[in-house]
Structure formats: structure tokens, C-alpha cells
């Protein structure tokens, strides 16, 4: 059974930070790249940051450049949000997701339950 858990939300001051991470289990780690979304009230769900299986690549919303970082431990079957000078504009529940290759080479995507973060001006 595939688990994504995700952890460090909460409520910060405009300008913290927090580091958001979200543990997998039931997947083989390295065959999955991992994505942070984020949907904030009313809003559709959007992408944060993404990374590749290998952690050599990643990509960043236009929003977030500059300011959040992901990363991965594969060693930890685990997906990292490193999100400094944050703004209440970032308010949202945080999602991870993984899409995962398997051995049919068939892509399956999963979903963690989501971590509020917080921001206040």
C-alpha cells in the first residue's frame, strides 16, 4: 500500500520559513519523481516544485523562484520543501505527489492527505 505523509506545516509570521517534507512508503523511491502542489482556498490546485527521480533537475513556479527549494533523499524515501521568505500569498494545503514508473513501465501518480501552511502579515 502506497503512503505519502506529509509533515511541518503550520502557521509562521510573512517572512519565516519552513521546511515542509513528506515520507513515502510502499513505492520503490528512485522511480518516482516527486512534485509539492499547493490549493488555497478557492483556488485551483497548482504546482510548487517538482524533481526528477534522480534529484538532478528540478522546477520551480514563477511564485515560488528564489524563495522555496525541494529536494529528495532517496536513502529516506523522502521529498523535502525548503520554503523561506514566505508571503501570505503561500497560504494554501500543501500536497506531495509521486509519479511512479513501475516495472511494466506504466506511470502511476499518488497522493499524500496535505499540510496547511499558514502565513500571517
Known amino acids: 500500500q502506497v503512503q505519502l505523509v506529509e509533515s511541518g506545516g503550520g502557521l509562521v509570521q510573512a517572512g519565516g520559513s519552513l521546511r515542509l517534507s513528506c515520507a513515502a512508503s510502499?513505492?520503490?523511491?528512485?522511480?518516482?519523481?516527486m512534485t509539492w502542489f499547493r490549493q488555497a482556498p478557492g483556488q485551483e490546485r497548482e504546482l510548487v516544485a517538482s524533481?526528477?527521480?534522480?534529484?538532478?533537475?528540478?522546477e520551480y513556479a514563477d511564485s515560488v523562484k528564489g524563495r522555496f527549494t525541494i529536494s529528495r533523499d532517496n536513502a529516506k524515501t523522502t521529498v523535502y520543501l525548503q520554503m523561506n521568505a514566505l508571503k501570505p500569498e503561500d497560504t494554501a494545503v500543501y500536497f506531495c505527489?509521486?509519479?511512479?514508473?513501475?516495472?511494466?513501465?506504466?506511470?502511476?501518480?499518488?497522493w499524500g492527505r496535505g499540510t496547511q501552511v499558514t502565513v500571517s502579515s
Open positions: 524533481i526528477t527521480r534522480a534529484g538532478d533537475m528540478t
Open positions: 510502499g513505492v520503490i523511491f528512485s522511480n518516482c519523481a
Open positions: 505527489n509521486a509519479l511512479c514508473r513501475n516495472w511494466l513501465n506504466n506511470y502511476l501518480s499518488y
